[in-house]
């Protein structure tokens, strides 16, 4: 498991390798936290290349979403496959996030 | 009920680094018994790593010298895993928060036990040689 970030254009790309659980959600949540330190304001989370995601790594989602938003900035979502659309929609989250088929979409959207 | 056979019994140290072997291994056996694919990609293992996490995390209170053992029995019926760890156990029955009403949306903790209820067909907690959450998943 690992994350890889990347920059297109103004947003911030945060690749997420594997699973998001428990045992890395603070890896995540440093990385953008840096980068939002340095004054980036749009980030984009790409889970095309995700396993699966447990309850700690929404949590870090919403954590992350709350401080991107204190700082002006905003957070999307793209690429989640079946399981973890699933499980946005169990959990309600949903609605809370914004959520794009594919990257290009997503990057679009800001 | 046919017959029931152990499927998985191992003990981790009380650390959420081996949850990922644990449940790379579970998934493994999932599909092995020909469980339908997405119970296995989704729902054992979001489940399995809420259990693994919260018996490490909060059972063990993240003390390393504790352990966690997990079992999987499965028969023709059903595929049940206990999750056993050392602490005192808690109250299932709780009126914990519901974290999908819209207050509860931004919350960042508190929806573990929310999975497992959702994911899995059962999910029991009981004194056994330690705090057992016991997962069931029925088979069809």
């Avoid at chain 2, 579970?26 to 790593?49: D, M």
Wanted: negative net charge; aromatic residues 6%.
């Amino acid at each position: 498991m690992s994350f890889s970030i990347s920059k297109q254009g103004e947003v911030v790309v945060v690749d997420v390798e594997g699973q998001l659980i428990v045992g890395n959600r603070q890896e995540l949540k440093q990385k953008v936290l840096d980068e939002l330190e340095k004054g980036e304001k749009k980030f984009l989370i790409d889970f095309s290349q995700t396993g699966y995601i447990d309850s700690s790594g929404l949590g870090v989602l919403v954590s992350l979403s709350k401080k991107i938003r204190e700082q002006g900035g905003e957070l999307r979502l793209a690429n989640l496959n079946d399981d973890l659309q699933t499980l946005f929609e169990l959990t309600k989250l949903d609605t809370l996030f914004q959520i794009s088929d594919t990257r290009e979409r997503a990057l679009e959207s800001f | 009920m046919g017959d029931s056979r152990v499927a998985l019994d191992v003990e981790i140290p009380s650390d959420v680094r081996y949850i990922e072997g644990v449940i790379e291994l579970a998934t493994r056996k999932c599909r092995e018994l020909s469980i339908p694919p997405r119970k296995c990609s989704l729902n054992v293992r979001v489940a399995l790593t809420e259990a693994l996490s919260n018996a490490i995390l909060r059972g063990n209170g993240d003390a390393a010298d504790k352990h966690v053992r997990v079992r999987a029995v499965v028969n023709d019926d059903s595929l049940v895993f206990d999750v056993t760890d050392e602490g005192p156990g808690f109250d299932l029955s709780a009126d914990w928060p519901d974290p999908t009403k819209p207050e509860n949306l931004m919350m960042e903790d508190g929806r573990g036990l929310f999975l497992m209820q959702r994911l899995m067909d059962r999910v029991e907690r009981f004194q056994s040689d330690g705090n057992v959450v016991r997962l069931t998943l029925f088979r069809e």
